[in-house]
């Protein structure tokens, strides 16, 4: 079963910084356009970033812009997203997600949480 697992996640004060990763088994990643979601309490989940399938091309979230990077490693089947300068409206559990033609698959989430 394809399951995309992401790890990172924590606590990190106001202006810190974390880097997630996303290890996704169990497809030919290197065919996938990735993305980072992410969903805070009671709110929709939102796309914060994508990167296509030869990590040619990045795109993101206005609210990330300058602060984040999204990155790849094919020989890895490893997704990262590299956040600095973190702010509390950050505070989100952040889904790894992977799309070919079709098929579509979420990982489990990992907790991000902005505080001092």
């Known amino acids: 079963q394809v399951q995309p697992v992401e790890s990172g996640g924590g606590l990190v004060q106001p202006g810190g910084s974390l880097r997630l990763s996303c290890a996704a088994s169990?497809?030919?990643?290197?065919?996938?356009?990735m993305s980072w979601f992410r969903q805070a309490p009671g709110k929709e989940r939102d796309l914060v970033a994508t990167?296509?399938?030869?990590?040619?091309?990045?795109t993101y979230a206005d609210s990330v812009k300058g602060r984040f990077t999204i990155s790849r490693d094919n020989a890895e089947n490893t997704m990262y997203l590299q956040m600095n300068s973190l702010k509390p409206e950050d505070t989100s559990v952040y889904y790894c997600?992977?799309?070919?033609?079709?098929?579509?698959?979420w990982g489990k989430g990992t907790l991000v949480t902005v505080s001092s």
């Open positions: 169990g497809l030919t990643f290197k065919m996938y356009t």
């Open positions: 997600f992977s799309a070919f033609r079709g098929l579509a698959y």
């Open positions: 990167i296509t399938d030869d990590g040619a091309t990045t």
